[in-house]
């Protein structure tokens, strides 16, 4: 094999959730895995952004398959399994990308917006990596298993993120006991951590005026040592590599893609104050 077909996904399957051609991550990851070679189901509950993100896969000359799947649903996730045995008949990659959030401040969270993120998040990411585990054991070839998590499983974001980030803390530990759990398998379970990438969810904040928009950028970014927001293609690079066989020793990891953002302590600055 040469150095160029570390990244080749040609015949493998793929299914993205999430993965609406809205501009976001899972959009950016099911173009990036195509673009590899990999087929693709996407999902989400934009039934038309999946078809359009199914008909650019198909003009790269890779199959793709869109359906709706509301991954807060378990009998949808069970339906778009379904459709991915009938459509394209075998799973390699599983990417993990919905993640929702409600913004509240912990002591105003009821418990039914606490419920709906956990299900969407955490029982989403549960019933979709068992369905496409339960298929990559049968097949006994391994697998790869992505799970968009985000810096905020790791540090504390504030601003009304308590129970998003709960539940991106509960994705990190999935992601490490999984790995463990389907070594055997050769099914690798790995998760990114994005910091913040200009996404349609993003550019929603820099909406909201309880975030004071216009100085939000410069808060976000005195937290990123190289000095810019993402873009969804940063992700959709660390999924490809995670997906592959470059990745075919890193398991159980957790890969931040975020300027340096978790490298960098509160009390820590990019430049020299002298520099500066
Ligand atoms: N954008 C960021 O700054 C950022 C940072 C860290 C982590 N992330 C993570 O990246 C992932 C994608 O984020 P994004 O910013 O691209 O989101 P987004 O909101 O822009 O897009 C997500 C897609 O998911 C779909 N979707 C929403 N709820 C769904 C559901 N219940 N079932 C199926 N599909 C659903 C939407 O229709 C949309 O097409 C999430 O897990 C998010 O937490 C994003």
């Not at 087929?39 to 000359?61: M, W």
């Not at 029982?123 to 070839?141: K, N, P, V, W, Y």
């Not at 995670?242 to 960098?264: E, I, M």
């Amino acid at each position: 094999m040469s150095n160029n077909d570390w990244f080749d996904l040609s015949g493998r399957v793929a299914v993205v959730t999430g993965g609406g051609a809205n501009g976001g991550n899972g959009h950016a990851i099911a173009l990036g895995l195509a673009r590899h070679g990999a087929d693709v189901l996407v999902s989400d509950v934009d039934v038309p952004g999946a078809e359009q993100t199914a008909r650019e896969i198909r003009d790269l000359g890779r199959r793709a398959v869109a359906c709706r799947c509301d991954v807060g649903v378990p009998d949808e996730i069970a339906a778009m399994f379904s459709l991915l045995d009938r459509e394209l008949g075998a799973i390699d990659v599983l990417i993990n990308n919905v993640g929702i959030g409600h913004r509240s401040r912990p002591e105003d969270l009821s418990l039914a917006d606490w419920q709906r993120v956990v299900r969407v998040n955490l029982d989403g990411t549960f019933l979709c990596s068992m369905e496409a585990g339960r298929r990559m054991i049968r097949q006994g070839r391994g697998g790869s298993i992505v799970n968009i998590s985000s810096i905020a499983g790791s540090s504390a974001l504030g601003r009304g993120n308590f129970v998003y980030s709960v539940t991106k803390g509960g994705i990190n530990q999935f992601t490490r006991e999984l790995a463990v759990e389907w070594s055997p398998h050769r099914i690798r379970v790995n998760a990114i951590q994005p910091a913040q990438i200009l996404t349609p969810a993003l550019k929603a904040m820099f909406a909201d005026p309880r975030l004071d928009p216009s100085r939000l950028r410069d808060r976000l970014l005195t937290g990123i040592p190289l000095a810019r927001l993402g873009e969804p293609d940063d992700v959709a690079k660390a999924a490809v590599f995670l997906a592959s066989d470059a990745a075919a020793f890193v398991t159980g990891h957790l890969l931040p893609v975020d300027g340096g953002n978790l490298a960098l302590n509160a009390g820590g600055s990019r430049v020299w104050p002298s520099d500066s």
